[in-house]
């Protein structure tokens, strides 16, 4: 594919998937790749789009395009390999795993992806590397097979059936990789270890491959990554053995998959430390072609935890610049929906229908309350967000004044809860 690619826009008409944060349109003329156009809406503990940030879809979409030119860049990824030769020097079983493999061909050739470029909103030209001159919602990419798993019931307990991935090419790995650098007071790992006993909390650190206690806002001593379900109705937390298993290949290929996770992780990472934001964790989707594994999916705010710390009246918090804010003010400023979905969640796990059945069936009989409009000044202050990052990736603003900005902003966030006298709720959550 050349830089003058071009994309009619205008053709575009129904979209083949209809999404909670992109929409899909498959083409005619070019059935190997498809657009993906970002939404402004966004989606929290899986109700599908109930907010939207003004301008949240173009920024998506531009950091999208950033990160996955950094990863198809050798350059960036020769700095990637000094960077982790210098920073686990006294740990040599774990740089040793790192280095061997995927990124020998990463520092040769780039990272394989499934993006081609972000399109033009004026003209359709496909941008591979560079930013179009007029930034649009539209990144087009390669086209790989999703194939979703057939469910079998016994006794009311419900399987799911992956034997379709075993033979299978060119399809998204239906695996959700989840790289950890540390763990906040909202990672899911924390909400499962706080729910186990003294064995079982045991168990899980050897299986996360962690020696320390699970304690917010700490960092580990290297990446780890852990596994959910991609394509069932609900995320379901998966042990090695299993993500193994319904991966559709091989050890050696999951090992590949961790450690292209964890590359990108550390990729990513530096590209926020620039910023002055520190980055948590992040999710990616690999796909396998032929015999390589793929980066694909939207990166985005939407699948990354990233930070910044401020001191307000003395004391330090934690600011989330990434989807986490949201779900932060659903728990703090709309509680009793947030603990409905919840219950909702529990029922679905038991009756084996989706929780959304369950929520909007509470909602209809009035025991579960209505889904809460976001306060148009918290909006704002996301918006706010979006448009610091957009404007430092397009080069209209400088690294001190975004620096310097973010830390305006979370100082907003941090005054938004304390002038609604919940403070308190905030430090539990985001307090050092």
Request: aromatic fraction near 12%; glycine fraction near 8%.
């Amino acid at each position: 594919m050349s830089e003058r690619t071009v994309i009619d826009l205008s053709k575009l008409r129904q979209p083949d998937y209809n999404g909670s944060v992109q929409e899909l349109y498959f083409l005619e003329e070019h059935p190997e790749w498809m657009v993906c156009k970002t939404m402004p809406g966004g989606s929290v503990f899986d109700v599908g789009t109930i907010f939207s940030i003004p301008h949240s879809d173009i920024c998506r979409t531009a950091l999208r395009h950033k990160i996955y030119s950094l990863l198809e860049t050798p350059e960036e990824w020769e700095n990637i390999y000094g960077h982790i030769c210098r920073k686990y020097a006294q740990d040599k079983e774990f740089l040793a795993f790192l280095c061997e493999g995927p990124l020998e061909d990463f520092r040769l050739n780039g990272a394989d992806t499934h993006h081609l470029g972000m399109i033009d909103q004026n003209t359709g030209a496909v941008y591979a590397k560079s930013f179009p001159p007029h930034p649009s919602q539209y990144v087009l990419v390669k086209k790989y097979k999703i194939i979703k798993p057939g469910r079998v019931s016994y006794n009311d307990n419900h399987l799911w059936d992956y034997s379709g991935y075993y033979g299978a090419d060119k399809y998204v790995v239906p695996l959700e990789n989840i790289v950890r650098i540390g763990v906040t007071s909202g990672s899911s790992i924390y909400r499962n270890y706080v729910n186990m006993n003294g064995e079982e909390r045991k168990n899980y650190l050897k299986e996360l491959g962690l020696q320390e206690e699970l304690v917010p806002w700490t960092l580990f001593a290297k990446p780890v990554v852990d596994f959910t379900t991609k394509y069932e109705p609900e995320d379901r937390s998966l042990k090695l053995q299993e993500a193994l298993h319904i991966s559709g290949s091989n050890g050696k290929s999951l090992l590949d998959i961790i450690k292209m996770c964890i590359l990108g992780g550390i990729l990513v990472a530096e590209f926020f430390n620039k910023l002055g934001l520190f980055l948590w964790d992040l999710k990616w989707e690999i796909a396998r072609d032929g015999g390589k594994l793929v980066f694909v999916d939207t990166i985005d705010t939407d699948s990354i935890r990233v930070t910044t710390k401020a001191n307000y009246n003395n004391k330090y918090y934690f600011v989330n610049f990434n989807k986490q804010s949201m779900r932060d003010y659903y728990k703090i400023m709309h509680s009793g929906w947030f603990e409905a979905t919840k219950s909702a969640k529990a029922a679905a796990l038991k009756s084996g229908r989706s929780f959304l059945e369950h929520l909007r069936a509470g909602q209809a009989e009035g025991y579960y309350p209505g889904t809460p409009q976001v306060d148009r000044k918290f909006i704002d202050i996301q918006e706010d967000k979006f448009n610091t990052l957009i404007a430092y990736i397009y080069g209209q603003a400088t690294l001190d004044r975004t620096i310097e900005k973010y830390n305006e902003i979370g100082l907003k966030e941090i005054g938004y809860y304390d002038a609604n006298g919940v403070l308190g709720e905030y430090d539990k959550l985001n307090g050092m």
